[in-house]
């Protein structure tokens, strides 16, 4: 069991940036991939960034690109997501997962492939 607790979210303006936090317990963190993902009201939760286990392959979404940076501290088990350049289209629950069963030095974009979840961190961008 991994436990995923997720922080640093709030209200910016456009252009403005915001780094997300996710502290993870439980298990060795190195043995999980890592992601986030985010859901916007009404909307389903969509594949935002992913990192491998030790950090050495990244994946984004196209729409973040270029303005997020997904990184993970194994030794604070820890994973971060900076956001800069935001747009009011971010605004969504962000959310922290954790997968055990992909290959080392994947970075998977699937919601399928996560086991564990955390409880979602809200970003609002106003215009």
């Known amino acids: 069991q991994v436990q995923l607790v997720e922080s640093g979210g709030g209200l910016v303006q456009a252009g403005g940036s915001l780094r997300l936090s996710c502290a993870a317990s439980?298990?060795?963190?190195?043995?999980?991939?890592m992601g986030w993902f985010r859901q916007a009201p009404g909307n389903e939760r969509e594949f935002v960034a992913a990192?491998?286990?030790?950090?050495?392959?990244?994946y984004y979404a196209d729409s973040v690109k270029g303005r997020f940076t997904i990184s993970r501290d194994n030794a604070k088990t820890t994973v971060y997501l900076q956001m800069n350049s935001l747009r009011p289209e971010d605004t969504a629950v962000y959310y922290c997962?954790?997968?055990?069963?992909?290959?080392?030095?994947?970075?998977?974009?699937?919601?399928?492939?996560?086991?564990?979840w955390g409880q979602g961190t809200q970003v609002t961008v106003s215009s």
């Open positions: 997962a954790a997968t055990s069963g992909v290959a080392w030095r994947r970075a998977p974009f699937r919601r399928n492939e996560y086991d564990y």
């Open positions: 439980g298990r060795t963190f190195s043995n999980y991939a």
């Open positions: 990192v491998s286990r030790i950090g050495g392959s990244t």
